[in-house]
C-alpha cells in the first residue's frame, strides 16, 4: 500500500498565523499570547501546506478522543499539536474509517415468514418461558 502524499506546500504570511493561531484559541477556549516562537511553529505547519479545515479536524478529533479518555489534554498544548508529524499522524487517524461501509447492492434477505400455526405456538412458548423467568425472580 502507498503512503498518502504530503499536503502541498504553500507560502505563509502573517495574516495566515494569525488565523490559525486565533481558531486555535476559539476551538480550545484559550487566550495565548502569539510571541514569535509561536509564529514560527504555526509557520513551519503551514508552509508544509495544512489548512485551516486541517486544524480544525484534528483538534476538535483530539477534543472527541480526551472527553473519550483515549487521549491526555497535553495532546491539545500548542507545542504538542504543532509538531508537523504529530499533526500529520493525527489528522490521518481522525480520517480512519473503523468500519468498512457494506456494499449498496447486497440488501439483506429476509427470513421466510413462518406458517401461522408456527408462529402462534413460538409465541406461546416464549410467554410460557417469560412467566417462568417473572415466577422466579419473584
Not at 500500500?1 to 506546500?9: K, R
Not at 491526555?72 to 480512519?96: H, T, Y
Not at 406458517?115 to 409465541?123: I, N, V
Amino acid at each position: 500500500m502507498s503512503e498518502p502524499a504530503p499536503p502541498a506546500a504553500c507560502p505563509v504570511d502573517a495574516a495566515a498565523i494569525g488565523q490559525a493561531h486565533q481558531l486555535y484559541c476559539q476551538l480550545t477556549g484559550q487566550t495565548l499570547r502569539l510571541a514569535f516562537d509561536r509564529e514560527r511553529m504555526w509557520y513551519e505547519l503551514l508552509r508544509v501546506g495544512y489548512s485551516l479545515p486541517d486544524l480544525r479536524t484534528v483538534i476538535t478529533y483530539l477534543q472527541r478522543e480526551i472527553r473519550a479518555q483515549r487521549r491526555n489534554v497535553g495532546a491539545l498544548k500548542l507545542s504538542n499539536l504543532l509538531q508537523p508529524d504529530r499533526f500529520e499522524e493525527d489528522l490521518q487517524i481522525s480520517r480512519v474509517r473503523l468500519r468498512v461501509t457494506p456494499p449498496a447492492q447486497s440488501a439483506p434477505v429476509p427470513p421466510p415468514a413462518l406458517p401461522a400455526r408456527e408462529q402462534h405456538q413460538r409465541r406461546q412458548r416464549a410467554l410460557q418461558c417469560l412467566r417462568q423467568i417473572k415466577a422466579a425472580l419473584r
